[in-house]
């Protein structure tokens, strides 16, 4: 816990409330532009679902999120992060296991990635370069509005209008097939999508991964085909759809956005539990903290997903009655839960040969879309998944800094996890069953693995819920649907970052773009509310054009 | 049926083909490259060497790593006249020809060659890998397609003596095949099928066997090859070669559509030189002839292939095309100083009008790097036909010694 700064009594130009990657982007943002700007952040550490925590002597956790590509590269450089510690590397494989003994892997080499997917269908094996293609081309649709603010389209400013306008523009653009296949592609499902290039069980559940990947929906969900889209349009260096490791794990993002922040003259203050939000004459004008202090601030931005701010941090009469009608009713299912664990060494995997690169990259044991979906069928009745769906990583593979030398942390994602237990709140016997379930699944491939767990961090959406806030543990501080894109995210209306409430602004991953280690909704509400004070956003960049 | 494939295939991604013991054994300076997942020489003894046994000897060229398809059954006719923009139905029984196939929004999908073995066995070789659309388009068909491209052992023989080359490993009535035939020959190596075909615009043969007959063939012709200068090459020779001859590439020369991100970055056969092949009046459809008989009827291709003639001897490699020296209308997509026809000679893909009526007036920007100096300038270019290199010996029948 930071101390409080000796400043009592004075008024911060902008006070961020939380200190997830987000709020910290615009933090940094603020203050290069001169801003005066306290984080205010209720755990002992920064970075929200994007941290590394020492939890087993020895070991660093990437407990939330474990791998980085969406993080724009515009803001890695804007803000400097490679001279404040950031490094992202590539990683290297990965691998489906069958149920019948057989596997599925990855290659980055193209011929060899080729005939992988022509062991199981020749087919299917040159049916991939198509099938990327058309991903890339959706990719190069929405990247351009990552970085802009959406348009209101029921507002004459000529600001909103020119925003409509270009994407209008963009969409006009494309061919007349094009304009088709975007839109069946945006609402469409990733098992529909994908059973139009592909025939092989094995090949078409390895590309639906993404498509449900932190998501309430399963793979025959209408528009899901947009969440692939949501997890490929990142890159490493360029590589467009390419995942890395943050060396250090996820939290060493947080760590260089706090470094360069502070750099920059800001003030991180940790262990401060933001409950109120101060408003005044219909405006913010700061924080309480729990236990009664006050913070004064000209503006307040918060980073906490739209439920806990409207509806932990103000009170619903401050608020017009609509707005709040659609807050309660924006979609932030929690689906997903994690298990981190620390291993003793690298368990066996006597299907895969030694050579391979699959380990050093995901590793999954669900082979049809239909068991994904039956994963999907137990969330639906309120249990975690009898055969649950794993996206697992041991990033020790790659990066020597998260364990000591022959140990490994392992991250298991695991898709659908509901948030409450048939209808009540998790007990901690049956947050053991969900872990259960998990360490079954890898033990039923790796004979050695149950042997090596040393120390393990089991995390329902309660226990996300419970450390990062964020509501029912929605990864995304809400769905990514296409009802909740752009100009309707959060809320129609209030795509543009400002609240109803003067001086108050949300800049977290329920805001455009959305959600992911990507910093774009961060970034880009510094700039409203630097064009709101009349201030030039200093060094913050052109998005990068799309060629 | 097909082998299975290895599970350890990854461990040395480029793979050998069946002629590489032999090619290794040649190979002085370890310049390989990847072709389609195969280990390929790039050069094997020396690039200038190699490219004058094209033009003054007999060069021998591993083209194993092309794909090819099997397209078999009592359809296969009807079935390759839907794919292709060419008129199957005059394509007999023991010849090839050259076509492009397109999607049906009338855009090349690729070139290549179609061989007619028999009324109803065709074998499509290219560049790309097709086989989706290959079946997709073979709903309704009976027709079989198999993707045959590890099945069968490829040499291209190409040069003035690659007649004599033939003739003297006992290939005997060789000197009867005309270009595009195809005919199988029993030989010391075993039953060889031969095509009167290749990539280089000379005289020039390309011969296919099963994997196991392969190093059997390639000795046969090495030791026949020697008395007349038979040279092992790479396929930077080729390279130039081809662009003598005025063949395109995809990948180099156009984009396969399907592998086109950007919309306009697809070509129709007559945006890139390949209109004479579409045969609009054949009985039968075929994929993309709505569009392109649209496109025709309306004149309205956006871009036209040419052949340039550019001053001086700096090859005009990713250069831009301009029209009076400023207004950018087209760029190289292959440029080279052509030794044999003593011209400096590129491709262009360029936006019409320009390159198709307004044809005067062209400059190319070329930057030289002389001694880690640019040095840039701006020169004349001439649309010319294509081929630069069209030798009669390429046609003769019977064809010469050399
Ligand atoms: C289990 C899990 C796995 C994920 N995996 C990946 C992945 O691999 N790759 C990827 O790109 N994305 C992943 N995500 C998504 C991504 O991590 C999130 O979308 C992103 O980190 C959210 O960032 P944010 O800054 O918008 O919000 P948050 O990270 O939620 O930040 C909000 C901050 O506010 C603080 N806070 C909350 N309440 C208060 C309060 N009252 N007062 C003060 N502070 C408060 C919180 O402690 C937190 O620090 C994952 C998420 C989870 C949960």
């Known amino acids: 816990m930071t101390p409080p700064p000796s400043s009592a009594g004075k008024t911060w130009d902008a006070i961020v409330v939380g200190a997830g990657h987000n709020g910290l982007v615009n933090a940094c943002y603020l203050a290069r532009a001169g801003l005066d700007v306290l984080v205010v952040e209720r755990n002992d550490w920064v970075g929200g679902a994007a941290t590394s925590r020492s939890l087993y002597p020895g070991f660093l956790y990437s407990n939330c999120s474990y791998v980085c590509s969406l993080l724009r590269p515009e803001i890695m450089r804007d803000l400097e992060l490679p001279k404040h510690g950031l490094q992202v590397v590539p990683y290297e494989g990965g691998v489906i296991l069958k149920q019948d003994g057989g596997y599925l892997g990855t290659f980055r080499d193209h011929d060899a990635h080729r005939r992988e997917i022509g062991r199981h269908s020749l087919r299917d094996a040159e049916a991939y370069d198509r099938y990327s293609a058309e991903v890339i081309r959706q990719c190069r649709f929405i990247r351009p509005f990552l970085l802009r603010t959406p348009p209101d389209p029921t507002s004459l400013k000529p600001r909103d209008v020119q925003e409509l306008l270009y994407l209008g523009r963009k969409f006009y653009d494309l061919t007349e097939t094009e304009m088709a296949d975007t839109v069946r592609f945006w609402t469409m499902s990733i098992a529909e999508f994908l059973d139009e290039f592909f025939e092989t069980d094995v090949v078409k559940a390895g590309f639906c991964i993404s498509g449900i990947i932190g998501t309430a929906l399963g793979p025959l969900s209408p528009g899901t085909a947009y969440v692939l889209l949501h997890h490929y349009m990142g890159d490493v260096d360029g590589a467009i759809g390419a995942w890395g490791f943050a060396r250090g794990g996820m939290g060493a993002i947080s760590e260089s956005l706090a470094s360069s922040f502070r750099a920059s003259g800001g003030t991180v203050r940790t262990g401060a539990s933001v409950d109120k939000v101060l408003v005044e004459n219909g405006r913010a004008t700061g924080v309480v903290l729990d236990g009664g202090e006050e913070i004064r601030g000209r503006l307040v931005v918060s980073n906490l997903d739209v439920k806990r701010t409207f509806l932990k941090l103000l009170e619903e009469p401050q608020l017009p009655a609509d707005f709040v009608k659609k807050v309660k009713n924006f979609k932030i299912r929690g689906s997903s839960g994690k298990v981190n664990i620390a291993l003793d060494g690298l368990p066996d995997f006597p299907a895969l040969p030694p050579s391979a690169p699959f380990l050093r990259g995901d590793m999954h044991f669900t082979d049809s879309v239909e068991r994904m979906e039956g994963a999907y069928d137990d969330w639906k009745a309120g249990r975690w998944s009898a055969d649950p769906f794993l996206d697992m990583m041991i990033p020790t593979t790659i990066d020597p800094t998260m364990a000591p030398p022959g140990k490994h942390f392992m991250s298991c994602f695991v898709q659908y996890c509901p948030p409450k237990v048939e209808g009540h709140d998790w007990t901690d016997a049956e947050r053991d069953g969900f872990a259960k379930t998990v360490v079954d699944q890898i033990a039923e491939y790796s004979p050695n693995f149950k042997d090596l767990i040393l120390h393990m961090e089991v995390r329902t959406p309660r226990e996300i819920e419970r450390e990062t806030g964020l509501t029912e543990g929605n990864i995304f501080q809400g769905e990514l649907t296409f009802d909740q894109l752009l100009f309707n995210r959060p809320v129609p209306g209030y795509a543009q970052y400002r609240a109803p409430i003067g001086g108050l602004y949300m800049c977290g991953s329920a805001t455009h773009p959305g959600g992911g280690v990507m910093g774009a909704p961060g970034r880009n509400a510094a700039a409203e509310v630097l064009r709101d004070l009349k201030k030039p956003a200093k060094d913050m960049s052109d998005a990068y054009p799309v060629l | ?402």
């Not at chain 2, 989706?132 to 490829?154: C, F, H, K, M, R």
């Not at chain 2, 662009?243 to 396969?256: N, Q, R, T, W």
Request: with cysteine; hydrophobic share 45%.
């Open chain 2, 1 to 402: 049926m097909r082998r299975a494939l290895p599970r350890e295939h990854f461990e040395k991604p480029l793979w050998h083909t069946p002629f590489h013991p032999r090619i290794a054994a040649l190979m002085t300076h370890e310049q390989w490259y990847g072709w389609g997942g195969y280990l390929s020489p790039q050069v094997i003894r020396d690039e200038e060497m190699e490219y004058f046994a094209i033009r003054n000897a007999a060069s021998l060229f591993d083209v194993s790593p092309m794909v090819k398809y099997r397209i078999a059954g009592p359809d296969a006719e009807a079935y390759c006249d839907r794919l292709t923009v060419r008129d199957v139905s005059k394509l007999k029984p023991g010849r090839v020809h050259y076509t492009a196939w397109c999607d049906d929004e009338g855009k090349v999908l690729d070139d290549g060659t179609l061989f007619r073995f028999s009324p109803t066995e065709f074998r499509l070789c290219c560049q790309e890998r097709h086989l989706p659309w290959l079946l997709d388009s073979a709903i309704g068909y009976d027709v079989e397609i198999a993707e045959v491209t590890e099945d069968i052992a490829a040499l291209s023989l190409q040069g003035p003596t690659s007649y004599a080359v033939l003739r003297d490993a006992g290939f005997a009535g060789i000197e009867t095949l005309k270009p595009f035939d195809i005919r199988a020959f029993e030989t010391a190596a075993g039953p060889v099928t031969v095509s009167r075909t290749g990539f280089t615009g000379d005289l020039g043969y390309e011969l296919f066997v099963p994997p196991d007959q392969a190093l059997a063939l390639w000795d046969l012709l090495w030791t026949a090859g020697q008395l007349h200068r038979i040279v092992a090459i790479g396929f930077a020779a080729l390279d130039l070669a081809r662009l003598e001859a005025g063949f395109i590439m995809a990948g180099s020369d156009f984009v396969p559509a399907e592998h086109a991100i950007r919309a306009d970055r697809r070509r129709s056969p007559y945006e890139i030189g390949l209109g004479w092949l579409v045969a609009l009046d054949k009985p039968r459809h075929f994929n993309g002839k709505r569009a392109l008989a649209a496109e025709k009827a309306k004149n309205a291709f956006r871009h036209c292939l040419v052949a340039l003639d550019i001053d001086g001897n700096v090859p005009a490699e990713h250069a831009l095309v301009y029209h009076r020296g400023k207004r950018e209308v087209g760029h190289i997509t292959a440029a080279a100083w052509s030794p044999t026809v003593k011209r400096n000679i590129a491709l262009a893909s360029m936006t019409r009008p320009y390159g198709d009526t307004v044809v005067n007036d062209l400059w190319v920007e070329i930057y030289a790097l002389r001694e880690l100096v640019y040095s840039k300038s701006l020169v004349r270019a001439r649309i010319v036909e294509r081929p630069f290199f069209n030798p009669k010996r390429r046609s003769a029948t019977p064809p010469g010694v050399f």
